[in-house]
């Protein structure tokens, strides 16, 4: 079995070194083909790759597994799904996964993917668990995974986009990434995949998701563009604007908006987030929608009073 695996990267050089050494180090009955594509970094993100990919080539490094391939590319693109939709153009293996340049894939995950895809020929999309570390890879907390439920993808981020493989084979059928995303188009290849093909859960840790400044997911200059792009994708497969996700939205919006001393103040940012999101689903939903009704449980609302990274790491 060959893994293919893509990393983007641009200007992560004070994390690129151990992403690639996850990659490179895993041990077991497999094969590997590393592809990085870089979007032509400015800092030291092209001399840390060289130096792994010579050290590949001049057969210093200990290969532990079946062997290990290393294309790389450092040329401006469009992003980061350009980036991954260059790499997965190039890449040949049975089993695809792209890994950031800011995360990391625990000892012995690639074994681990690779006896689960074995044992289950039928699988198209299979992910584990992940924890949250940070600047400096500290544990700070525990990624929220469960089985797969089509269904619950609807409102509920459960799979983990670094702890998730996907055969070649299925990538290619479901017409591959979505080009016009920029930040959920992980999301949106789950959905696809989701509804032609079986997915299987395995609940152990495989990777670690970076959270820090200038990541994506937290970074406030692109929060609003990344909630309003998850917003619509739901909403384009499932003609459904859960009033959670809404709510996430509105909770961002207020927050970049109201005067700064109101939105430092969680019980008055809840307050203006919670009519605000009920206004927008209305509009958005054109009227009520009785799915939302099992959203508004006890635990939905426990995170009214909490911050972003609160609720995503559990603390």
């Known amino acids: 079995m060959k893994f293919s695996i893509v990393t983007p990267s641009y200007n992560q ?27 032509g970094s400015s800092d030291n993100s092209v001399d840390i790759i060289e130096r792994y990919d010579t050290l590949l080539r001049s057969g210093e490094w200990p290969v532990n597994c079946r062997g290990i391939t290393c294309r790389w590319v450092s040329e401006k693109d469009r992003g980061q799904t350009d980036a991954l939709t260059k790499g997965f153009s190039m890449a040949d293996g049975d089993i695809f996964a792209w890994l950031n340049s800011d995360d990391t894939y625990l000892p012995g995950t690639l074994q ?6 074995r044992d289950h020929p039928d699988t198209g999309l299979m992910y584990g668990g992940a924890c949250y570390t940070d600047a ?19 409102y509920a981020n459960i799979i983990c986009q670094p702890a998730a493989f996907f055969r070649n084979q299925v990538f290619r059928e479901v017409g591959g ?3 016009t995303l920029d930040f959920v188009m992980d999301y949106d290849l789950w959905i696809r995949i989701g509804r032609r093909f079986p997915c299987g859960y395995l609940p152990r840790l495989l990777a670690t998701y970076r959270l820090h400044e200038s990541s994506k997911t937290i970074s406030s200059g692109t929060l609003i563009k990344n909630s309003e792009e998850s917003l619509a994708v739901t909403m ?26 109101l939105a430092r103040n969680r019980i008055l940012l809840a307050v203006a987030t919670i009519g605000y999101t009920i206004v927008r689903s209305i509009c958005l939903n054109r009227g009520l929608h009785r799915n939302d009704l099992k959203l508004l449980n006890r635990e939905n609302f426990r995170k009214l009073s909490r911050s972003r990274i609160e609720i995503m790491t559990g603390r």
């Open 236 to 261: 384009r497969h499932f003609d459904w604007a859960p009033i959670t996700r809404v709510y996430t939205s509105c909770s961002i919006r207020c927050s970049d908006r109201l005067p700064e001393f």
């Open 112 to 117: 681990i993917a690779a006896d689960y895809f």
């Open 177 to 179: 990434l979505d080009k």
């Open 13 to 39: 050089g004070s994390f690129l070194a151990e992403t690639i050494l996850s990659v490179i180090s895993q041990e077991g009955d497999f094969s590997i083909d590393y592809i990085i594509v870089d979007g």
């Open 136 to 154: 400096k890879g500290i544990n700070s907390g525990e990624y929220r995974t469960e089985e797969f439920d089509l269904d619950k993808l609807a």
